[in-house]
């Protein structure tokens, strides 16, 4: 157990659904990252936050948000979902923005059929 | 940050040492070098980072060349459960900017 915890592990669902991932980091974590990744694609940055706020975007379509509560946790919302949206979603979280050592959760499996 | 190049893959023996190299010839001053692994099914997990000097963990050894334009990730026996995906990063110590992943190194690691 990697200490960052990720819901649902696996999910399927319907194209031009919106599905919602959950993240807790790691105790004591304040920086939120999210990646994609998809067997052509490899790890896709999409979208980081610090303590809160969005610090960093990457590769995330319009159709993606995210956001990070107060309790540090974050949920990553995915919507009008295509077939091309099917992939691995890992979390990973840091201390803080420039410490570069990350811990990344066992990841939501994404399936739009 | 800078670019790094690693062999698409490797093949090693169990309980042998392996050397996975990784090239980054435009490294900056401040470009700390990261090392990650993924495992089959898993989320990425941190190995090993340094910035001039070698460094070792449990895990593995980090080997930077003194220009700093190439490091060797060591992993002193393979053991079966070293089959993965190995990561080598580039990072400036003042970046905000999440860890960008390429296409790292697929090792095998055969009984």
């Known amino acids: 157990d990697s200490g960052v915890t990720q819901t649902p592990k696996h999910l399927i669902t319907a194209t031009g659904q919106r599905v919602t991932l959950r993240c807790s980091p790691r105790s004591g974590d304040l920086s939120v990252y999210w990646y994609q990744q998809s067997l052509d694609q490899g790890l896709q940055f999409l979208i980081q936050?610090?303590?809160?706020?969005?610090?960093a975007k990457g590769n995330i379509l319009e159709r993606f948000s995210a956001q990070q509560f107060p309790d540090l946790h974050s949920e990553l919302n995915l919507s009008s979902l295509e077939l091309g949206d099917s992939a691995l979603y890992f979390c990973?979280?840091?201390f803080g923005q420039g410490v570069l050592r990350y811990t990344f959760g066992s990841g939501t499996r994404l399936t739009v059929v | 940050d800078a670019k790094t190049t690693q062999p698409n893959s490797m093949e090693s023996n169990e309980e042998e040492p392996v050397h996975l190299p990784c090239n980054h010839s435009?490294?900056?001053?401040?470009?700390?070098i990261h090392w990650y692994r993924q495992l089959p099914s898993q989320g990425p997990e941190y190995v090993i980072h340094?910035?001039?000097s070698n460094v070792n963990n449990r895990m593995a050894s980090l080997a930077i060349a003194e220009d700093r334009k190439s490091s060797t990730l060591i992993l002193h026996r393979a053991t079966l459960r070293d089959a993965a995906v190995y990561y080598c990063?580039?990072?400036?110590?003042?970046?905000?900017?999440?860890?960008?992943f390429g296409k790292g190194t697929s090792l095998l690691v055969t009984p």
């Open positions: 990063i580039l990072r400036d110590q003042n970046s905000g900017y999440a860890l960008n």
């Open positions: 936050y610090y303590n809160g706020e969005e610090r």
């Open positions: 435009t490294i900056s001053g401040t470009d700390y």
């Open positions: 340094g910035l001039t």
């Open positions: 990973a979280s840091s």
